[in-house]
């Protein structure tokens, strides 16, 4: 997938005038936080389950290359076979040549953000498969050439009347707007792609070391007909994924579900454990699993190595003050919001991604809702040193944060200046103590009004505070 | 470079680099130890409160739940009401056919009410198109209403998925408060090897991926209609 991270000041400030995405986004903000907010209040042990979870997660990544072993001599005592990618190439070549194995013509797909960060779309369809996306998301972004700008709801920046006119456009049937309708349209029309693709690719929520299965978690059921009918079955996942035992996996399914949607549980939790056995009707006769790197053996052992416990929920992005405003698009990447802002550096590079350990307020929302508490703020402040060091700041931002500090070492100079910044502003606002317009600081008043301050400095409220207790107390 | 190599080399150098990366604060044969010992234990993480009721509650706790999934529930007195009630179903929704898995129970049972409905009944593996399926669960999960089903010769998994209406037959010496009591139960039943595939199914399938606006029925059966046994 094309890099755009580097644009996300555009971006964003494109983002903001969207009248559609804005809409999108209301109902997002509103939506997925009080459906999980019920769920959390309908499961008192949900702080428990969240420092087990966490306490779990550090445990497997302390023991990972044992845990990984163990998945892989299992996964082939099943009869299944483990493909082992350090990079997107290497992944892409392993998934290609597995399905020229099989002479695969269309190749039906699951909703996997592992083959979106790999790119296994264009790739497959440059090398003559043609990939088919079965989530309805996912589906109604591959007829309109576009990407998902959210983990678990990939369409979530499109109304229902560019879905109409995806619809319409490619299946030759009356225009609808209902979107029951369109549904039903989406099912018929795939039903034929089920049946009809020679592999099915899925990604893979957790892997399960005891048994060598691995999980998928969904609602609508395209995982299970991707992995059932087609002859080979490809799961594509990350090295992190892996998990001790069913026990284990079932911790994370009680947090899973409610982080994610607010749901209880999700409709389909499918393990699947090697290929179709002796006597059975259905089910692939190839069973391979491709566990994919790209970075993250590299962020064991260093400040990163917290982001590994991530499960893929999206309460950080769904509860995030900037990905609310902006949108998932704006991030120019794979992965947006909180999770996106610490993974992304990692995987293209801070050099392109450093603007998005930017984008945050540091509201503490993200790590207060994460079911394995990665402490995100912490990490995003990581990357912003990273950048720091490595000078990769704009020119302006670095002048900025230098004469602040030089202010800011000088008690002398700072009290004065600050005193008669804070007057100015105030005299400025006038009445509604409400300014329309600041010098430097457009990004802000194009947008909203920036609140004068009353009149004093910090300094001098302290300062006056103390003297009235003193008073008090003598 | 072949597919087979890429894999080799990246192998070992992903754990290369997780060796390198990890804490040398103990000893190889203690993390082997912790790790062996986790894979045997098979312990169970914090349970909720919520399921572990006494039996008769748990049934109570699975039917709500699995209601509140927007399945369907049916009580029978026993396992021979079957046929009748899927008669009685598929009549009511105008449907006339129904394919079923081929387990000794399901098939042992008098399936004539069906065809007094006009209801023609087959057993085989599930098709594009297919109306009704019914198979047998291997438990049901009161903590949140879900059942818990596994392919089999007799059982294909498509039975599950590609219908638009499907029946399960569930025991209610089957349901048990939590998660983990399935799993036990599947490791007593398949010491050897799990089966091919474990399905957990909570509800009929569904999308929110139009407008963010619930529609019940995306890819996996429109309804589930759960035939609740008193046994």
């Given at each position: 997938?094309?890099?755009?991270t580097?644009?996300?000041?555009?971006r964003?400030h494109?983002a903001?005038?969207?009248?559609n995405?804005?809409?999108a986004?209301?109902?997002l903000?509103?939506?997925?936080?009080?459906?999980?907010a019920?769920a959390?209040?309908?499961m008192?042990?949900?702080?428990?389950?969240?420092?087990?979870g966490?306490?779990?997660?550090?445990h497997?990544l302390?023991?990972l290359d044992?845990?990984?072993?163990?998945?892989?001599?299992?996964v082939?005592?099943?009869g299944?076979?483990?493909?082992?990618?350090?990079t997107?190439?290497?992944?892409?070549?392993?998934?290609?040549?597995?399905?020229?194995?099989?002479?695969?013509?269309?190749?039906?797909?699951?909703?996997?953000?592992?083959?979106?960060e790999?790119?296994?779309?264009?790739?497959l369809?440059?090398?003559?498969?043609?990939?088919?996306?079965?989530d309805?998301?996912?589906?109604i972004?591959?007829?309109?050439h576009?990407?998902?700008?959210?983990?678990?709801?990939?369409?979530i920046?499109?109304?229902?009347?560019?879905?109409?006119?995806?619809f319409?456009?490619?299946?030759?049937?009356?225009?609808?707007s209902d979107?029951?309708?369109?549904?039903?349209?989406?099912r018929?029309?795939l039903?034929?792609?089920?049946?009809?693709?020679?592999?099915g690719?899925?990604?893979?929520?957790?892997?399960?070391a005891e048994?060598?299965?691995?999980?998928?978690?969904?609602n609508?059921?395209?995982?299970?007909?991707?992995?059932?009918?087609?002859?080979?079955?490809i799961?594509?996942?990350?090295i992190?994924?892996?998990?001790?035992?069913?026990?284990?996996?079932?911790l994370?399914?009680?947090?899973?579900?409610?982080s994610?949607?607010?749901?209880?549980?999700?409709v389909?939790?499918?393990?699947?454990?090697?290929?179709?056995?002796?006597g059975?009707?259905?089910?692939?006769?190839n069973?391979?699993?491709?566990l994919?790197?790209?970075?993250r053996?590299?962020?064991?052992?260093?400040?990163?190595?917290d982001?590994?416990?991530?499960?893929?929920?999206?309460?950080?992005?769904n509860h995030?003050?900037?990905y609310?405003?902006?949108?998932?698009?704006?991030?120019?990447?794979?992965?947006?919001?909180?999770?996106g802002s610490?993974?992304t550096?990692?995987?293209?590079g801070?050099?392109?991604?450093?603007?998005?350990?930017?984008?945050?307020?540091f509201?503490g929302?993200?790590?207060?809702?994460?079911?394995v508490k990665?402490?995100?703020?912490?990490?995003?402040?990581?990357?912003?040193?990273?950048?720091?060091?490595?000078?990769?700041?704009?020119?302006a931002?670095r002048?900025?944060?230098?004469?602040?500090?030089f202010?800011?070492?000088?008690?002398?100079?700072?009290?004065?200046?600050?005193?008669?910044?804070?007057?100015?502003?105030?005299?400025?606002?006038?009445?509604n103590?409400?300014?329309?317009?600041?010098p430097l600081?457009?990004?802000?008043?194009?947008?909203?009004?920036m609140?004068?301050?009353?009149?004093?400095?910090f300094m001098q409220?302290w300062k006056?505070?103390?003297?009235?207790?003193?008073?008090?107390?003598? | 470079?072949s597919?087979?190599?890429?894999?080799?080399?990246?192998?070992?150098?992903?754990?290369?680099?997780i060796?390198?990366?990890?804490?040398?604060?103990?000893?190889e044969?203690?993390r082997?130890?912790?790790?062996?010992?986790?894979?045997?234990?098979?312990a169970?993480n914090?349970?909720?409160?919520?399921?572990?009721l006494?039996?008769?509650?748990?049934v109570?706790?699975?039917?709500?739940?699995?209601?509140e999934?927007?399945?369907?529930?049916?009580?029978?007195?026993?396992?021979e009401q079957?046929p009748?009630?899927?008669a009685?179903?598929?009549?009511?929704n105008?449907?006339?056919?129904?394919?079923?898995?081929?387990n000794?129970?399901?098939?042992?049972?008098?399936?004539?009410p069906?065809?007094?409905?006009?209801?023609?009944?087959?057993?085989?593996?599930?098709?594009?198109g297919?109306?009704?399926?019914?198979?047998?669960?291997?438990?049901?999960?009161?903590?949140?209403?879900?059942l818990?089903?596994?392919?089999?010769a007799?059982?294909p998994?498509?039975?599950n998925?590609l219908?638009?209406?499907?029946?399960?037959?569930?025991?209610?010496?089957?349901?048990?408060?939590?998660?983990?009591e399935?799993?036990?139960?599947?490791?007593?039943?398949?010491a050897?090897?799990?089966?091919?595939?474990?399905n957990?199914?909570?509800?009929?399938?569904?999308?929110?991926?139009i407008?963010?606006t619930?529609?019940?029925?995306?890819h996996?059966?429109?309804?589930?209609?759960?035939?609740?046994i008193?046994?």
């Amino acid at each position: 997938m094309q890099i755009n991270t580097p644009f996300f000041k555009q971006r964003a400030h494109d983002a903001l005038a969207d009248e559609n995405l804005q809409k999108a986004l209301a109902k997002l903000k509103t939506g997925f936080p009080e459906k999980r907010a019920i769920a959390v209040d309908r499961m008192p042990e949900f702080e428990q389950l969240r420092d087990e979870g966490r306490d779990l997660k550090n445990h497997i990544l302390e023991h990972l290359d044992l845990y990984l072993e163990q998945f892989e001599s299992k996964v082939i005592e099943n009869g299944g076979h483990v493909h082992w990618a350090r990079t997107t190439d290497d992944a892409n070549q392993i998934i290609l040549d597995i399905c020229k194995q099989v002479d695969a013509k269309t190749v039906t797909k699951g909703k996997s953000m592992v083959t979106e960060e790999i790119g296994l779309n264009d790739f497959l369809e440059q090398n003559g498969v043609q990939p088919i996306e079965t989530d309805l998301g996912e589906y109604i972004l591959q007829l309109r050439h576009d990407h998902p700008s959210h983990i678990i709801a990939p369409a979530i920046h499109l109304n229902l009347e560019d879905v109409s006119e995806a619809f319409h456009a490619n299946h030759n049937r009356p225009k609808s707007s209902d979107p029951a309708v369109l549904m039903q349209e989406a099912r018929e029309v795939l039903r034929e792609k089920f049946v009809a693709a020679d592999v099915g690719i899925t990604g893979a929520n957790f892997c399960v070391a005891e048994t060598g299965s691995t999980i998928i978690v969904t609602n609508e059921g395209n995982g299970d007909l991707t992995q059932t009918l087609p002859k080979t079955h490809i799961v594509v996942t990350s090295i992190e994924k892996v998990v001790p035992t069913l026990e284990d996996m079932t911790l994370f399914l009680r947090l899973l579900a409610r982080s994610a949607t607010g749901q209880e549980f999700s409709v389909y939790n499918t393990l699947s454990t090697g290929p179709r056995r002796e006597g059975d009707q259905d089910g692939p006769e190839n069973f391979h699993v491709v566990l994919v790197d790209n970075g993250r053996s590299e962020m064991i052992g260093t400040e990163f190595q917290d982001m590994l416990r991530c499960i893929r929920c999206s309460a950080c992005m769904n509860h995030c003050p900037v990905y609310g405003a902006v949108g998932g698009h704006s991030y120019g990447w794979v992965y947006p919001g909180p999770m996106g802002s610490v993974l992304t550096p990692q995987m293209i590079g801070i050099e392109k991604g450093g603007m998005l350990p930017n984008a945050s307020t540091f509201c503490g929302k993200c790590e207060s809702v994460c079911p394995v508490k990665i402490p995100l703020p912490k990490l995003m402040r990581h990357w912003r040193e990273d950048e720091f060091e490595k000078h990769l700041q704009p020119k302006a931002a670095r002048y900025g944060l230098a004469s602040w500090a030089f202010l800011a070492k000088r008690p002398a100079l700072y009290k004065p200046y600050t005193r008669m910044a804070s007057w100015l502003m105030k005299t400025w606002a006038g009445k509604n103590g409400r300014l329309k317009k600041l010098p430097l600081a457009s990004g802000w008043t194009d947008w909203r009004d920036m609140p004068a301050p009353q009149g004093k400095t910090f300094m001098q409220t302290w300062k006056e505070q103390q003297k009235a207790k003193a008073g008090e107390q003598r | 470079m072949s597919s087979n190599k890429r894999s080799q080399t990246s192998r070992a150098d992903i754990f290369a680099n997780i060796r390198r990366g990890l804490k040398h604060d103990i000893s190889e044969s203690q993390r082997q130890q912790a790790v062996a010992n986790r894979l045997s234990d098979k312990a169970d993480n914090l349970i909720p409160a919520r399921s572990q009721l006494p039996a008769t509650e748990q049934v109570e706790l699975f039917k709500v739940m699995a209601i509140e999934a927007a399945a369907e529930l049916i009580e029978l007195e026993s396992i021979e009401q079957v046929p009748q009630a899927c008669a009685d179903w598929l009549a009511d929704n105008q449907l006339n056919e129904l394919n079923s898995a081929s387990n000794a129970e399901l098939s042992a049972l008098d399936w004539s009410p069906l065809a007094q409905q006009q209801i023609t009944r087959s057993e085989r593996v599930a098709q594009a198109g297919d109306i009704a399926s019914l198979t047998s669960s291997f438990a049901g999960i009161a903590e949140t209403g879900t059942l818990m089903l596994h392919s089999s010769a007799q059982s294909p998994t498509t039975l599950n998925f590609l219908p638009d209406n499907h029946l399960v037959v569930l025991h209610r010496s089957a349901i048990v408060g939590c998660y983990e009591e399935a799993w036990k139960k599947l490791r007593q039943t398949f010491a050897a090897a799990l089966p091919r595939t474990v399905n957990m199914i909570t509800g009929p399938s569904r999308s929110a991926d139009i407008e963010q606006t619930l529609q019940m029925g995306a890819h996996g059966p429109k309804k589930l209609i759960i035939l609740l046994i008193k046994d």
